[in-house]
């Protein structure tokens, strides 16, 4: 907000949002909000809703929902420091807009 020269007020009217909820969200005096609330903040500072790590983290956790083999994998590395195969660090560095959860390779 203050990159924007917002006050809460402004913000809150731009997102028909609380400027007290707002104050606490900033202050970490509330939970993280749901996506399409993530969404609306977003939008009212014109940023997209990936500037937000929360929102970030949240699209992360569905794709590695969605794949057992995938959680499996990054399990392994991030938890258990196994190597990392060469398709998962072409997957890795690959641009976001492009990425594709790799095949987990055979143990």
């Known amino acids: 907000m203050q990159q924007r020269d917002l006050s809460y007020r402004q913000l809150a009217y ?15 005096r509330r939970p993280v909000p749901a996506d399409p609330v993530i969404r609306t903040i977003a939008t009212a500072l014109h940023v997209e809703p990936e500037y937000f790590i929360e929102y970030r983290l949240r699209q992360v956790l569905d794709v590695v929902e ?10 392994g590395i991030l938890l258990l420091q196994a190597p ?7 997957a890795l560095e690959q641009p976001a807009q492009d990425a594709q959860p790799p095949a987990a390779e055979p143990r």
């Not at 997102?15 to 909820?21: E, F, K, V």
């Not at 969605?66 to 399990?75: E, F, G, I, K």
């Not at 990392?84 to 072409?90: T, Y």
């Open 66 to 75: 969605a794949s057992s083999r995938l959680t499996d994998t990054l399990y």
């Open 14 to 28: 731009k997102t028909r949002l609380s400027a007290g909820y707002l104050n606490h969200l900033t202050k970490g």
């Open 84 to 90: 990392v195969s060469d398709a998962m660090k072409a």
